[in-house]
């Protein structure tokens, strides 16, 4: 009689994982904390996306960078990101490939009712732990705006927020502007 195999030692289930959610059809997916998650904005959480990377494009497009919500690996964790913007230099979008927090100068997340909590607790650590330099959360749940920098290992050190829709938010170096939320106010 033959017994199954053992892969006990030999599979890495992190690797499998992390490749399995990039090759799923259809839906895009992330993986939090383990938990794999489909990405499905609707249309007014795309709408403030869209309302903050307009703001961004022209210094985005001065710096020679690129600004979409492509893959971020967080390596050593079962944490596989896909944020609502980032911006990135561009020759570190060539490829295809995911990219690490720290390879970002700014990473955007919007909050729905169902993923306020990992926006506003899981990924702003994770960001943190992994340093991304710059985390704007975009809070439509609580109509605040929270720029997050001077990351470590224990979370982010310096917070700007949370401010009530329809202010005015520097963003820091190398972004130098005011970014204007009075569009993100609901109607």
């Known amino acids: 009689m033959t017994s199954a195999p053992d892969y ?32 499905s904005p609707t249309w007014d959480h795309e709408r403030a ?3 903050v990377r307009r703001q961004l494009e022209d210094r985005v497009d001065e710096l020679g960078c690129v600004e979409g919500s492509g893959n971020l690996d967080l390596p050593g964790s079962s944490n596989w ?38 926006d506003r607790v899981v990924k702003r650590r994770r960001y943190a732990e992994y340093r991304a330099p710059l985390y704007l959360l975009v809070d439509r749940v ?35 502007l005011n970014l204007d939320t009075t569009g993100l106010i609901p109607t």
């Open 81 to 118: 990101y896909v944020p609502d913007l980032a911006v990135v230099p561009e020759e570190l979008a060539k490829g295809g490939r995911a990219l690490l927090p720290d390879q970002t100068l700014l990473i955007v997340e919007v909050t729905s009712e169902s993923n306020a909590e990992t």
């Open 142 to 176: 609580e109509g605040s705006i929270t720029l997050f920098s001077e990351p470590g290992h224990l979370g982010y050190t310096r917070a700007d927020g949370p401010h009530p829709f329809g202010t005015t938010l520097h963003i820091p170096a190398p972004f130098d």
């Open 49 to 51: 996306a869209r309302l």
């Open 8 to 39: 006990s030692h030999g599979i890495d289930s992190e690797r499998a994982l992390k490749y399995a959610v990039q090759h799923i059809r259809g839906d895009r997916v992330q993986i939090i904390e383990g938990i794999i998650e489909p990405v």
